[in-house]
């Protein structure tokens, strides 16, 4: 078990230009989950995957972002035309899941991007 | 969606004294979870802990599911205890997998 891991761990952008984030999960766990946090604050949820399946989207993700798990395995996260806003650490997490939706598990959390839009 | 509250929201500790950390939520949960960020921002894990007690050498948790409250002791506090502790809830009717996280507590623990 090595644990959730993100790349970069770090990105300097211009203003206008696209980035794209991975994450790998834990390697038995089939949901993954990506989260947003700036400065201060706690953690707020973006979308989450059980295996290939995007389930849930917030508000958060503007028309702008978008995520993908092609293979129920790594995940990435795209921004496109980044604007300062946009500047804050991207959390990845696994869990497990259950046979059915009505249960919960523990998250595990990567060590994150951090964004930096100038 | 659920409120998470925490408090206090800073804590400044001598080395060796003890703590206790509050996490308030609005609804019934299926999941709480206390976290530990590191300053790199690596949330690490503390305890899964929907109810009940649970310890973890000088750290233990208690969730009263029932009057919606979780609490987190750190005992004999060290310098590596400095950081943010985050609760996190889930309630699986609103939303299957979505973390609610609390604002945090700064903990500071000078030598």
């Known amino acids: 078990d090595t644990g959730v891991s993100q790349d970069p761990r770090h990105k300097i952008t211009k203003r206008g230009q696209n980035v794209t984030f991975r994450c790998d999960p834990i390697?038995?766990?089939?949901?993954l989950y990506w989260y947003r946090q700036t400065l201060g604050q706690g953690p707020e949820f973006l979308t989450y995957?059980?295996?290939?399946?995007?389930?849930?989207k917030s508000r958060l993700l503007s028309d702008r972002f978008s995520a993908e798990r092609p293979k129920g395995s790594f995940s990435t996260l795209e921004i496109q035309r980044t604007e300062q806003g946009d500047s804050a650490m991207y959390l990845c997490?696994?869990?497990?899941?259950?046979?059915?939706?009505?249960?919960?598990?523990?998250?595990?959390f990567g060590p994150g991007t951090r964004l930096t839009v100038t | 969606g659920i409120q998470v509250e925490q408090s206090p929201p800073d804590l400044i500790l001598q080395e060796g004294a003890n703590s206790t950390l509050r996490c308030n939520f609005s609804?019934?949960?299926?999941?709480l979870q206390w976290f530990h960020q590191n300053p790199w921002g690596q949330l690490i894990n503390l305890f899964y802990?929907?109810?009940g007690t649970k310890q973890n050498g000088r750290l233990s948790a208690t969730t009263v599911a029932t009057e919606r409250y979780s609490l987190l002791y750190i005992s004999s506090s060290q310098t590596t205890d400095s950081g943010v502790y985050f609760c996190?809830?889930?309630?699986?009717?609103?939303?299957?997998?979505?973390?609610?996280f609390g604002a945090g507590t700064q903990v500071v623990v000078t030598p």
């Open positions: 997490a696994s869990s497990l899941a259950g046979v059915q939706y009505e249960t919960s598990y523990e998250q595990y």
């Open positions: 390697s038995e766990h089939n949901r």
């Open positions: 995957f059980q295996n290939e399946a995007q389930l849930e």
């Open positions: 609804d019934s949960v299926n999941n």
């Open positions: 802990i929907p109810s």
């Open positions: 996190a809830v889930e309630k699986i009717e609103n939303s299957w997998g979505k973390l609610q």
